[in-house]
């Protein structure tokens, strides 16, 4: 049975500490990136801060690229209002809450662009390859790039298994578990 290809970008599921802690921080969008960010894409923080309506201070972030150093990932768009889009539309500012839990797993769809990871790729390093997010849902299409697997510590991602699910094969579109390799808080880890 092939799997169904249809990105969500990364989703927490669990930590290698015990408990999970899920440690979030609400951070905030500026006007200035004119990139879309849907629940489940990769945010690096930009070293600048936002003072809130509510007057709270909060980090000031963008959608990262692959070969960023991540602070985290969001899990939720916050509304400004009950019309409010699921995601953040593009040179909007908009408060994220974002995972920032370096010991965070999350499962992620592997692209169909390169190769499909084998079994023996679990331990390897890989980047993202970032889509758009849906306008209908709010989730990322951010996925694995399948043609980028490697020993490197540069790279974004660290694949540990695929997901044990019925309905989950090796192959394209295969959900992985993985963790972030290029985290803010923790040392960059050579592949296996």
């Not at 007057?55 to 990932?73: M, R």
């Not at 969001?74 to 409010?84: G, H, Q």
Request: one cysteine or more.
């Amino acid at each position: 049975m092939a799997n169904i290809n249809s990105p969500f970008g990364l989703s927490p599921i669990g930590s290698h500490s015990a408990p999970f802690t899920g440690l979030c921080e609400v951070m905030t969008t500026t006007t200035g990136d004119g990139t879309a960010i849907g629940i489940g894409d990769p945010v690096l923080a930009l070293g600048t801060s936002t003072t809130n309506a509510d007057g709270t201070v909060t980090k000031d972030v963008k959608i990262a690229a692959t070969t960023d150093v991540l602070d985290g990932v969001v899990v939720a768009v916050l509304p400004d209002t009950r019309d409010s889009l699921l995601y953040r539309a593009g040179s909007t500012v908009r408060r994220l809450l974002v995972c920032t839990d370096p010991n965070a797993l999350f499962v992620c769809q592997e692209g169909t662009g390169g190769t499909a990871f084998t079994a023996n790729d679990a331990g390897l390093n890989c980047s993202l390859a970032i889509g758009s997010p849906s306008t209908v849902t709010g989730m990322s299409g951010a996925t694995l790039d399948n043609s980028t697997e490697a020993t490197s510590n540069l790279l974004l991602i660290k694949l540990i298994k695929p997901l044990p699910a019925l309905d989950n094969a090796i192959g394209d579109s295969c959900r992985w578990i993985v963790r972030i390799n290029r985290h803010r808080y923790v040392d960059q880890l050579a592949g296996v």
